[in-house]
């Protein structure tokens, strides 16, 4: 390089090379950039149009999860409908009647109904019977008494039922206890 060429302005060496670069390519220079701002204009669209689906798909999936949390009880609202109204035809039935021991044995027909019934279609089980061995992640004792002659503590009285779903405790057997004296 001589002297002349270092001191000239780099704004018009930039000039020229850019003029020189035109001129050699320009038809398929053009040609190309018209296609890349093509391709770029149809990938916009697209992103914008994937974008519009997947905020479509994501609000139904949102209203899906909606109707099944507003809907999943249905089946359970349906049969507590049909045990309703075997009460009150036991209800109804016990105000013509006066006969306690009908109505009595109705109602425990209807308890045994709708503990079947759950039982077959949502596997919920009732615990706590009198003489069960006393397990504390299933019971509760309420109180405690003293006994001879007993080896494992066991159930004496049930205050309150206890449920499972699932074999995991909805809620626990409110019980009394018997224990060994020593």
Do not use: W
Request: hydrophobic share 30%.
């Amino acid at each position: 390089m001589d002297e002349k060429e270092k001191c000239e302005d780099p704004e018009k060496i930039k000039e020229n090379e850019n003029e020189t670069f035109q001129s050699e390519d320009n038809p398929n220079m053009e040609k190309k950039i018209i296609e890349l701002e093509n391709e770029i204009s149809n990938l916009k669209d697209l992103y914008l149009r994937k974008q519009a689906e997947f905020e479509n798909f994501r609000k139904r999936l949102e209203k899906d999860k909606e109707n099944f949390i507003k809907f999943a009880n249905e089946n359970i609202m349906k049969d507590i409908i049909n045990f309703l109204d075997n009460l009150e035809r036991a209800i109804d039935s016990s105000k013509q009647s006066k006969d306690f021991d009908t109505l009595l044995s109705g109602i425990s027909m209807i308890e045994n109904e709708i503990l079947s019934s759950f039982d077959k279609k949502y596997n919920l089980k009732k615990f706590g019977k009198l003489g069960d061995e006393f397990d504390p992640s299933q019971h509760e004792a309420i109180s405690i008494e003293e006994k001879e002659q007993i080896i494992n503590p066991q159930i004496v009285e049930v205050y309150q039922k206890g449920y499972c779903y699932n074999n995991r405790v909805l809620r626990t057997a409110k019980v009394k206890v018997a224990q060994s004296k020593n």
